[in-house]
């Protein structure tokens, strides 16, 4: 290789190509089976296109497509380009839940990176546990990276009606429970809520980490909104395809751009979109693979005066196309860069700071976007409580709870397991009322384990018919970033580590205080330390394979729910010689 400026260093991928021997022989002679001619293994830069596609997670389902527009745009840039597969995350079919799978699927992005000849990657990801792992697996390989999202789906239409993934389903499937609703109408709304490629439309988990993605610097800007059926979803793809060959050159790696500063700014806008609390866990892992010190008090200080601006479903009414439209997340940036509320100088993949890319951002409707003097929910960001039941911490969205519920004290119905509350919700004889408190054990990352979306347990079918529609629900569990409710999740130590949440009984009585950033179990310490003391931890779920591996390695959620061995990035040093 040269020294001009465009080549700072050798090439990772002439360790394999550049050979002129037995092995290089090897390496070339086996891709030329696809037609590559000698030229292209001659120091242009090997991109790796990481495909997370797969007809099992229809969110994914349309990444071909997206993966032509980057090799085209890579091939244009003078690069390389080789797709590979890895581990596919969809939480709308993977049982016990995707989450189980994200820090697997890490290890996949990571391995696949170190161990291929590749001088940078272009991270093709959806639905929301494939964004997350392949952030962090590319994070710990530390070669340069772009993450390009799939895009969110059309709005959903039901009988002139829009209606939202996730949102719009919990809402119906009550409206059914209660008896308000036919099954046939049921069937039908399916046929209308998803109607295109692409992930969830409202602002779920897959759009918060897609805003997340572009708040962080490490994806192009307006990789958030664009709805993966509109043409320019792939002009990004291909944008991004030519912008990792000069990344490359100027050797510009996610440790450059996975910075403190990014992660501030990915926090306050988590709160300004009126994001997922999914993205707290995930945020907090990915920091853990650059050796970010995030943690939760960060959450609560950095969002805690920041406006919701989004009024987007679950916390309000329009969806992801209707926000791309809007002017879509640079808007959201440029509010916050006004008011001091974004480090500006945060570099980014394209080149350019957060800033440049975002200050002449336009709002084409205010009503989606509000202003920041009007905004759609004032100081409405993640809230992290902690207490007696949540020493190491817990979080609620107020944006989507319900204000009268924000301080309330109420009477503890437990349920030991969510196959007991399943039950138990349908039952017309469960000892509850709208006062009470609704609290699920046993379902965080050691517990279900991974962590479920099942903390918004459904109403007991009673009280739906009564017309109650929302009550305070506490769990070491996820819920769906669809989802909506006053309701605590990610209560750590979970109660399968012992945590207190463990030691909760039916009639305890529970204090929720969101103001106060507080959550107290009225039950003092002689009688806790009487049930510690009578406690003992379930049976692990697993005695062999991945699962194993899992409990016995995961961090709890105020970490990550990462694994402890892989905190931290290691590089991508040219494996071993084997000829």
Not at 520 to 542: F, G, I, N, Q
């Amino acid at each position: 290789m040269d020294d001009s400026p465009n080549h700072k260093k050798t090439l990772r991928s002439q360790a394999w190509f550049g050979r002129q021997d037995k092995m290089g022989f090897y390496y070339r002679s086996f891709l030329k089976n696809s037609g590559f001619p000698q030229d292209q293994f001659e120091g242009k830069p090997v991109i790796g296109i990481c495909n997370s596609g797969s007809e099992l997670t229809p969110c994914n389902a349309h990444f071909s497509a997206i993966a032509e527009h980057v090799r085209y745009g890579v091939l244009e840039a003078g690069g390389f380009p080789l797709e590979f597969p890895v581990s596919s995350l969809g939480e709308v079919t993977m049982r016990p839940t995707a989450m189980l799978f994200r820090n697997l699927a890490s290890m996949d992005v990571e391995e696949a990176i170190r161990a291929h000849p590749l001088d940078g990657v272009v991270l093709l990801m959806g639905c929301d546990k494939t964004t997350p792992a392949l952030l962090m697996g590319a994070a710990s390989a530390d070669l340069p990276a772009i993450g390009v999202s799939g895009g969110p789906q059309l709005r959903g239409v039901y009988r002139g009606q829009i209606i939202g993934s996730g949102t719009s389903i919990i809402s119906m499937s009550e409206q059914l429970r209660a008896g308000e609703i036919t099954i046939q109408e049921f069937h039908e709304a399916e046929g209308g809520m998803n109607r295109s490629s692409g992930h969830c439309m409202t602002m779920g988990t897959a759009s918060t980490m897609a805003s997340m993605v572009e708040a962080l610097g490490i994806g192009m800007p307006e990789n958030a909104a664009i709805p993966a059926a509109d043409a320019r979803r792939n002009q990004l793809a291909r944008m991004a395809g030519r912008r990792i060959v000069d990344m490359v050159r100027e050797d510009l790696k996610p440790s450059d751009i996975l910075t403190r500063q990014a992660f501030e700014n990915a926090i306050r806008t988590l709160a300004a979109i009126g994001g997922s609390t999914n993205a707290v866990v995930h945020l907090l892992a990915i920091a853990g693979r650059v050796g970010i010190e995030l943690t939760l008090e960060d959450f609560d200080r950095l969002g805690r005066d920041v406006h919701c601006l989004v009024d987007l479903m679950p916390s309000g009414r329009f969806l992801m196309e209707d926000f791309y439209y809007a002017g879509g997340l640079p808007v959201v940036l440029r509010a916050l860069g006004e008011r001091g509320l974004l480090n500006k100088d945060a570099p980014t993949v394209n080149g350019r700071s957060i800033w440049e890319n975002v200050r002449e951002a336009s709002c084409w409707n205010s009503e989606v976007i509000t202003p920041f003097e009007e905004p759609f929910k004032p100081e409405a960001g993640i809230a992290i409580l902690t207490g007696n039941l949540a020493p190491d911490g817990a979080v609620i969205k107020p944006s989507a709870a319900s204000p009268e519920l924000m301080r309330h004290t109420g009477r503890a119905v437990v349920f030991e397991s969510v196959e007991e509350m399943h039950h138990a919700v349908n039952d017309d004889d469960l000892d509850i009322d709208a006062s009470c408190i609704m609290v699920l054990k046993h379902c965080g990352p050691k517990g279900y384990p991974g962590m479920a979306e099942v903390g918004n347990m459904p109403l007991p079918a009673k009280l739906l018919r009564q017309g109650v529609r929302d009550m305070i629900r506490i769990s070491d569990a996820r819920m769906s970033g669809t989802a909506y409710g006053t309701v605590v999740l990610h209560v750590a130590p979970e109660a399968t580590a012992g945590g207190p949440l463990a030691l909760v009984r039916n009639g305890d009585l529970i204090t929720l205080d969101v103001p106060a950033r507080s959550l107290h179990l009225h039950v003092d310490e002689a009688e806790l330390a009487v049930r510690r003391a009578a406690w003992t931890p379930p049976a692990p779920h697993a005695e062999r394979g991945y699962t194993r591996l899992y409990i016995d390695h995961v961090l709890q959620a105020d970490r990550g729910a990462d694994f402890d061995f892989l905190v931290g990035r290691s590089g991508s040093p040219v494996p071993r010689d084997n000829h």
